[in-house]
């Protein structure tokens, strides 16, 4: 499946300025997995040490938080958009 | 002069200068204001404070400013009222209501951090501000923008009360409706702020923007005479005033303004149909998971609460608990505030009362505890969320208005 990732500005340091990138991949976890060795150190920033999704980060797929999916474990549709988002304040 | 030593991050600690910044570079968590507390120590005694005007301003050496405050001069200073009747009802002896629904300039705890955002937007030298908002902070920043002479962006979900869509219009705000909840308002700010050098109050301004809210603790222990209530019911949505509150008061022991040995319990309130704060709390975890929202108390309904899991954590870690309410008590709780102390809050105000309700019921909030409910928004913002009937009409005549209502008193 090739889809889009949205990559937020403190994570363009690894994309040498894109904002966004083509990827690989069949699930969320496969999109990590394929940043991180187009571009080491991605996943760090994202996932904490046991792996999962740091906690003021999210992932949204088409629009979705994948929490409310399966997260890391969520499938990726062919074409679909990935938007990895800083968690913002209340307002 | 600035007290400020610099931005940290809460999660991992790494240290950053004043800046335009959302969070932190390495693990984007959230970064606080650091200050210089031994020289503020000096300069911030009680005698020093008791003879400057009641605004925000006079804990201004606690707020992340480096000049004097531009706009936004009037706010804070709120009441805190003494609450005997509404006490009575909830089985209370002690009770206070810290009255932020008469907040300068629109009638909520907002106009507190935009106060701060936008002066620092000034010194920044933004070109134009903006915010993600359910409302109330809506209305307080098309305000303060406004009187800063600053173009605003403010961005709500599409279904928000008339009012608050109106009272940020008015200004001359760019105001957007987003097809979608807070979360999802929230996620497109978040990519408007990477794109473009504007400075978004609760994205690239928050850590100064959230440090407002301490004000609400400040004054609450001033006006109980340099004392920390045993317990205080504090409104979630982002879950961020809660523990800046909290800040506020260890800042007071710290600087030796309250005792070391007061122990505030503080009680978090939210609407079942937005919970996940609550829903964190009663799991016995600090991680939250996040909800759909769907409730009345739309200032509330954050169903991904960026400050949740600090909130979740400080909850328990204080001794006190956090409670939800249904629409039905949201609008009970405003109609028993309004009929025992004169005080029209907002739905927000009414998942306080409510909850302040349940906790005296388990026998959480002891009557003998001194305690405090943060009234937060104005009920004239969410006049929707009421089911009042229609009043009696009469012919302007005396046998009318006897008709109904002669014989009801004894008339002298």
Redesign the interface.
């Known amino acids: 499946m090739s889809l889009k990732v949205?990559i937020?500005?403190?994570l363009r340091k690894f994309t040498a300025g894109a904002?966004t990138v083509e990827v690989q991949a069949a699930t969320v976890q496969e999109v990590l997995d394929n940043l991180d060795s187009k571009y080491p150190g991605f996943r760090a920033?994202v996932c904490d040490e046991s792996g999962g999704l740091?906690?003021?980060?999210?992932i949204?797929l088409d629009?979705e938080?994948v929490?409310?999916l399966e997260n890391l474990a969520t499938r990726v549709n062919d074409g679909a958009e990935i938007?990895i988002?800083?968690?913002?304040?209340?307002? | 002069m600035s007290f400020v030593k610099g931005l940290q991050c809460r999660e991992c600690g790494r240290e950053y200068p004043v800046k335009l910044l959302a969070g932190c570079e390495h693990c984007f968590g959230p970064l606080e204001a650091d200050y210089h507390y031994e020289a503020i120590a000096k300069k911030l005694t009680r005698d020093a404070l008791s003879s400057r005007p009641k605004t925000i301003w006079k804990y201004r050496e606690l707020l992340p400013l480096e000049s004097e405050p531009k706009i936004g001069l009037a706010t804070g200073g709120t009441p805190l009222v003494r609450a005997d009747r509404l006490g009575r009802k909830l089985g209370i002896d002690n009770l206070y209501l810290k009255n932020d629904s008469v907040n300068s300039p629109t009638l909520s705890f907002k106009d507190r951090v935009t106060a701060v955002a936008i002066n620092k937007a000034l010194e920044f030298k933004l070109e134009a501000v903006g915010c993600a908002s359910t409302g109330n902070l809506a209305n307080s920043v098309a305000a303060n923008a406004a009187a800063a002479g600053l173009p605003s962006f403010i961005l709500i979900p599409h279904d928000l009360e008339a009012s608050k869509i109106a009272a940020t219009q008015i200004y001359g705000s760019r105001l957007i409706t987003v097809k979608g909840n807070y979360d999802a308002v929230n996620r497109l700010c978040s990519q408007i702020v990477d794109r473009y050098p504007w400075g978004f109050v609760n994205v690239n301004l928050r850590p100064f923007y959230a440090e407002g809210s301490k004000t609400i603790g400040y004054e609450i222990a001033e006006q109980l005479s340099w004392h920390a209530p045993d317990a205080i019911v504090i409104p979630m949505a982002g879950g961020a005033m809660l523990s800046k509150v909290y800040k506020g008061l260890k800042e007071l022991q710290r600087l030796g303004l309250i005792s070391e040995t007061e122990r505030t319990r503080f009680y978090g309130a939210q609407a079942a149909g937005c919970n996940p704060i609550v829903d964190a709390v009663r799991r016995g975890t600090r991680d939250i998971r996040p909800v759909k929202p769907n409730t009345i108390a739309k200032s509330l309904a954050i169903g991904n609460p960026a400050d949740g899991y600090y909130a979740a954590s400080l909850i328990p870690q204080s001794g006190g608990w956090a409670e939800d309410c249904t629409d039905d008590e949201i609008v009970a709780g405003i109609q028993l505030l309004a009929e025992t102390e004169g005080i029209f809050t907002e739905t927000a105000g009414g998942v306080t009362v409510a909850v302040a309700q349940k906790l005296v019921k388990q026998g959480r909030i002891k009557p003998k505890d001194l305690t405090v409910l943060a009234i937060t928004g104005n009920g004239l913002k969410t006049l929707e969320a009421l089911d009042l009937a229609p009043p009696q009409v009469i012919e302007p005549k005396l046998a009318a208005f006897e008709k109904i209502f002669g014989g009801a008193y004894h008339v002298a």
């Open positions: 949205v937020p500005s403190p904002e920033s740091r906690r003021f980060i999210n949204y629009g938080d929490r409310f938007a988002v800083p968690a913002i304040s209340g307002g």
